[in-house]
Structures are given as structure tokens and as C-alpha cells.
């Protein structure tokens, strides 16, 4: 059974860097087939997909999104991580980490219990 | 991009038969999925490729995809099921949510 958990801080200034990491159990990042994703949630709002990784290197991303993000895979750690420059209050949301296993063929099946990050001064 | 349209909620009573739809543009040439979301909890996927239920989910949840809308059906609606309700679908290879519907079992 995989497990996911996010962590980083939960405080970033505007205009700074945000880094989260999401550390995977009882499963391999290596993989293959698996689509390792960051979604995020606005405060009363809807989910967003922000991107993916997956065969170890391919990567996509949200069009509104990629001018200001990249995901990247740690394999000697069984992490992902997410980066998001130049981040504006706009950004304050609860980020979470999911995978595509391909169990349930293109359904997202294993979710991180998320972590807020506030963009804040 | 490929946008997916929900109702803002859908009010239920307890035992009846609860539908929430998801319209798109050809959606129903694409596969939808469902997910669960209680508040202070993760997203649960409980409707993949329209119609079938992931192991645990109960056979209460159900789902369909035809033309332009997909529907989650939640028959002999429990209090339990009182949570937001995301559709999903892959454009190429974006990823497209659903703004999501909060169902009230009253």
C-alpha cells in the first residue's frame, strides 16, 4: 500500500520560492507507469492539477502554471518535489501529492493527506 | 483548455437517490473520474473510467458518461456521503478538474 506524505513550510513572502516535498512509502518513485502529480485547493475553492512526473524524468504541466513550476524525482530518497518561483498571495492554497498507479487506469488513487502553505509577509 | 462544469451543490434526503452532473465539451469521448473530499481529508477516487468503483468503495456509488455530461449516482444517499464531489477527466495529457459539488444530505 503506497503512502504519501507532503512537507515543507508553511510559510512562504510573496515573491519567494516555494519547495515541497512528497515522500513516498511502501511503493518505488522508479516505477514505471506511475504518474506522480501536485494538486493544489484555493480556500473554498475547487481542485487544481499543478503537474506530473513520471517515468522518472517526463514531466508536464499545467498551462497556466509552467512558466513558474518544475517537478523533479529524488530517487535515492523515494521523493518528489515540487518548486514554484515568484509565488503571490494567489498561491496560498493546500497542496497535495498524488499518484496515478494505473490500478484504476487514469484515476489518481493515493493522495498525501495535504499541507497548506500560506504566501504571506 | 478543456473546461468541466459542475453545480455549485445538490441537496438530498436521506435515502434517496442523489445525481451530480459534469458537462463538457465531447466528455463523454473521454473517461471521467469521481472523487470523494470530506473536509480535513484527502481526495477519495470513487468512480473510475465512468462507471466502475474502486476495492472499498460501495455499490452505492455508480456512474455514467454520454454526450457531453457524466454523472456520479448516489443511491440510498447516508449522511456519510455529505462531502464535496470533484469530476476529473485527461485532456491529451493535462489533467482537468470539475469546481466541484458540495452534497447536503438533509
Known amino acids: 500500500q503506497v503512502q504519501l506524505q507532503e512537507s515543507g513550510p508553511g510559510l512562504v513572502k510573496p515573491s519567494q520560492t516555494l519547495s515541497l516535498t512528497c515522500t513516498v512509502s511502501?511503493?518505488?518513485?522508479?516505477?514505471?507507469?506511475?504518474?506522480w502529480s501536485w494538486m493544489r485547493q484555493h480556500p473554498g475553492k475547487g481542485l487544481e492539477w499543478i503537474g506530473y512526473?513520471?517515468?522518472?524524468?517526463?514531466?508536464y504541466y499545467s498551462p497556466s502554471l509552467e512558466s513558474r513550476v518544475s517537478i523533479s524525482v529524488d530517487t535515492s530518497k523515494n521523493q518528489f518535489s515540487l518548486n514554484m518561483n515568484s509565488v503571490t498571495a494567489a498561491d496560498t492554497a493546500v497542496y497535495y501529492c498524488?499518484?496515478?498507479?494505473?490500478?484504476?487506469?487514469?484515476?489518481?488513487?493515493?493522495w498525501g493527506q495535504g499541507t497548506l502553505v500560506t504566501v504571506s509577509s | 483548455s478543456y473546461d468541466l462544469t459542475q453545480p455549485p451543490s445538490v441537496s438530498v434526503s436521506p435515502g434517496q437517490t442523489a445525481n451530480i452532473t459534469c458537462s463538457g465539451d465531447?466528455?463523454?469521448?473521454?473517461?471521467s473520474c469521481w472523487y470523494q473530499r470530506k473536509p480535513g481529508q484527502s481526495p477519495v477516487l470513487v468512480i473510475y473510467?465512468?462507471?466502475k468503483r474502486p476495492s472499498g468503495i460501495p455499490e452505492r456509488f455508480s456512474g455514467s458518461n454520454s454526450g457531453n455530461t457524466a454523472t456520479l449516482t448516489i443511491s440510498g444517499t447516508q449522511a456519510i456521503d455529505e462531502a464535496d464531489y470533484y469530476c476529473?477527466?485527461?485532456?491529451?495529457?493535462?489533467?482537468?478538474f470539475g469546481g466541484g459539488t458540495r452534497l447536503t444530505v438533509l
Open positions: 511502501g511503493g518505488s518513485i522508479s516505477t514505471g507507469g506511475y504518474y
Open positions: 498524488a499518484l496515478r498507479s494505473g490500478t484504476y487506469y487514469d484515476g489518481f488513487d493515493y
Open positions: 473510467v465512468d462507471t
Open positions: 476529473q477527466a485527461w485532456d491529451s495529457s493535462t489533467v482537468v
Open positions: 465531447k466528455l463523454g469521448d473521454k473517461y
Open positions: 512526473i513520471y517515468d522518472s524524468g517526463s514531466t
